[in-house]
Nanobody, 120 residues
Framework: QLQASGGGLAQAGGSLRLSCASS????????MAWFRQAPGKEREFVAA??????YSAPSVRGRFAISRDNAKNTLYLQMNTLKSEDTAVYYC?????????????????WGQGTQVTVSS
């Protein structure tokens, strides 16, 4: 129902853009977000959007930008100035409840994840 793509290998300082497409069978999506999980670490919040509101984690603020194209049912994460510590599997998530939330329990639907590897 949520399909994440766009991950890959990038050099430090480079850029990648992740996409998350909704199948359309999920109705009434309000809030959407990106989370990530590095090896041996817990899943952490990256960025969220709901309506005109966006919110991002301090670790990516100023480098990553979340956006959403409602006409295409697609969520994006533009990642610039990548660092080795950005290496992780990135997951998109969706909620039927409005709000740009940073807690994973808030979200009802999850994508399968896309691997981002940043080499230094």
């Amino acid at each position: 129902q949520l399909q994440a793509s766009g991950g890959g290998l990038a050099q430090a300082g480079g850029s990648l853009r992740l996409s998350c497409a909704s199948s359309g069978r999920i109705s009434g999506i309000a809030g959407m977000a990106w989370f990530r999980q590095a090896p041996g670490k817990e899943r952490e919040f990256v960025a969220a959007t709901s309506g005109s509101v966006t919110y991002s984690a301090p670790s990516v603020r100023g480098r990553f930008a979340i956006s959403r194209d409602n006409a295409k049912n697609t969520l994006y994460l533009q990642m610039n100035t990548l660092k080795s510590e950005d290496t992780a599997v990135y997951y998109c998530a969706a909620s039927r409840v409005p709000g740009a939330r940073s807690t994973s329990e808030w979200y009802d639907y999850w994508g399968q994840g896309t691997q981002v590897t940043v080499s230094s």
